[in-house]
C-alpha cells in the first residue's frame, strides 16, 4: 500500500508485518519513533502473539533478545550510537550464539563531544562484532532491507544489524509501498530455530572454550558471513520477485558504463552522489557511483569485479578511524588489492554536517585530476582547527577542544583565554 509516512513509522510497520514474537525496547534518539510505533501497534493487538518488553537499558534489550531468541523466539531491537556502544558486549555475544536477531540502527554519531545527529561511527564501531550489517539508501530500501533481514537472520542463523541514517531517513515524510500481509507471508515462512532451549532436549549454549577450539569457533562464525555473499543476492531476487520490486542485494552500481571516476558510498548520502553523477554526465564527465548495500560482510570480489575499468575511485564515508582515515575505504583498498587503482577517501557528514552538491561537485573534479589529498575532510574549516593547535601549544591548560572551537566560531558565548 502506498503512503506518505514518517520512515520510523514505515519500519515499526514492515516489523509488525514479519511476525516478531518479542520485541525489546528501549527508548534512544533517532530510532525512538520505531520502538514507539511498535509499542502502540502491540496496545491495540496489532502484533499479534507478541510480547513487547520495555526494559531499563540498551544492555538490558540486547541481553533480554538474547535470551529469547535462544528459546525459539522471532526477536527485534533498535538502537543508536551510545545504545549500540552501551550493548556492546551483548552484541558480540548474540553474533557468538549464532542467534538470529533483527536489529535497527538508526546512525548517530558517537561522542564525546555529544552529537546527536547523523553518522555511520556507531555501527562502524560494530563492524567486526559478527553480525551482518546492510545500510539502506531510502525509507523504501529501509522498509524493505527489514523484511530480508529476517529471512536472512533465520537461513543462517546469524544476527542482522539494518542501518538507516538517523533523522535524515528516519524522520522524513516519503511516499513508501509498505507491503501486504500476504506478501510478507509468500515471503518470510514462520520461524524454525537452528538452535533452541528446549527442556525436552537439553542443551549448552555459551559454554567456555579454551584455546584448543576458539579458533574452530571463530571460524564457522566467519563462515555464516561468507555464506551470506552468495545467500544475499538470492533472497534480494527472490524478494523482486514476490513483491515486484528490487531491493537490496550486495552492491547497485550507477551509470558506471565507461566510467573512469567511480564514487562509493553506503546510505543516505548516495541520493545526492548520484544527482551529481547525472549533472557532470550532462557535461560529458565519465563517472559513476556504486552503493554499498552489505557491508558485513563485505563484498570484495563483486566490488572488485564492478571496479575493473575504473581509473580511480573516490569513497564518501561518514565515518573516520582516528589515526587511519576511511574505514569503508580501507575495505575498499582490500577489494583492489594487486591493482594500481588509486582509492581516494573523503571523509564527510560527521556529527551530520550537511554534504551539499556543492561541495560533492568540487571534490569528484579535484579527484578526477588526481589533485585530491588522502584522506580528504570534506568542507574543513581549517582556520578553525589551526587556531585551536596555537592556542594548545601557547597556553597548556588551553581549555576543552570542542567549548573552545564553538567559542571561536561564535556559536556560543564567552571569552577564549
Request: proline share 5%; hydrophobic share 45%; charged share 20%.
Amino acid at each position: 500500500m502506498l503512503k506518505q509516512v514518517e520512515g520510523s513509522q514505515a519500519v515499526a510497520e514492515a516489523i509488525a508485518l514479519c511476525r516478531p514474537e518479542v520485541i525489546c525496547a528501549y527508548p534512544i534518539t533517532p530510532q525512538t519513533h520505531i520502538v514507539e510505533g511498535l509499542s502502540k501497534l502491540a496496545r491495540t493487538g496489532e502484533l499479534g502473539n507478541c510480547q513487547y518488553i520495555n526494559v531499563e537499558s540498551e544492555f538490558a534489550a540486547m541481553s533480554a533478545c538474547i535470551g529469547a531468541s535462544a528459546a525459539g523466539a522471532r526477536t527485534y531491537t533498535a538502537t543508536s550510537s551510545q545504545g549500540l556502544l552501551f550493548m556492546a558486549e551483548a552484541v558480540y555475544n548474540a553474533a557468538g550464539l549464532g542467534l538470529p536477531i533483527v536489529m535497527t540502527v538508526g546512525n548517530r554519531a558517537i561522542g564525546a563531544p555529544i552529537n546527536i545527529w547523523n553518522d555511520h561511527s556507531d555501527s562502524m564501531a560494530m563492524a567486526d562484532a559478527g553480525w551482518i550489517q546492510l545500510h539502506a539508501e531510502s525509507n523504501q530500501e529501509a522498509v524493505d532491507l527489514h523484511i530480508q533481514a529476517f529471512r536472512l537472520a533465520e537461513q543462517l542463523s546469524v544476527p542482522v544489524m539494518v542501518c538507516e541514517d538517523g533523522f535524515i531517513l528516519t524522520h522524513a515524510y516519503e511516499r513508501v509501498d509498505v507491503p501486504d500481509p500476504d506478501q510478507v507471508d509468500r515471503y518470510l515462512p514462520a520461524f524454525e530455530p537452528v538452535q533452541m532451549l528446549d527442556p525436552e532436549e537439553p542443551i549448552t549454549m555459551g559454554a567456555m572454550v579454551g584455546p584448543e577450539a576458539f579458533m574452530e569457533v571463530r571460524y564457522l562464525a566467519h563462515h555464516k558471513q561468507l555464506q551470506a555473499i552468495d545467500v544475499i543476492p538470492e533472497l534480494s531476487a527472490e524478494f523482486e520477485t514476490v513483491f515486484g520490486r528490487e531491493s537490496g542485494g550486495l552492491i547497485k552500481p550507477y551509470r558506471t558504463e565507461g566510467a573512469e571516476t567511480v564514487v562509493i558510498a553506503l546510505g543516505s548520502v548516495i541520493g545526492s552522489i548520484k544527482d551529481v553523477v547525472d549533472e557532470l554526465r550532462d557535461d560529458d564527465v565519465a563517472i559513476g557511483a556504486i552503493k554499498v548495500v552489505s557491508f558485513r560482510p563485505f563484498p570484495l570480489a563483486q566490488l572488485r569485479d564492478a571496479l575493473a575499468d575504473a581509473e580511480r575511485v573516490v569513497v564518501v564515508e561518514k565515518d573516520l578511524a582516528l589515526g587511519l582515515g576511511g574505514i569503508v575505504a580501507s575495505n575498499v583498498r582490500m577489494a583492489l588489492r594487486g591493482l594500481r587503482t588509486p582509492v581516494y577517501t573523503v571523509i564527510a557528514g560527521l556529527g551530520g554536517r550537511p554534504i551539499t552538491k556543492q561541495s560533492l561537485h568540487r571534490v569528484f573534479a579535484q579527484a578526477g585530476a588526481d589533485e585530491i589529498d588522502d584522506p580528504h575532510f570534506l568542507d574543513l574549516d581549517l582556520a578553525v582547527v589551526d587556531r585551536e593547535l596555537a592556542r594548545a601549544r601557547e597556553k597548556r591548560r588551553s581549555g576543552p577542544i570542542a567549548e573552545n572551537i564553538l567559542r571561536d566560531m561564535g556559536l556560543v558565548g564567552g571569552k577564549l583565554g
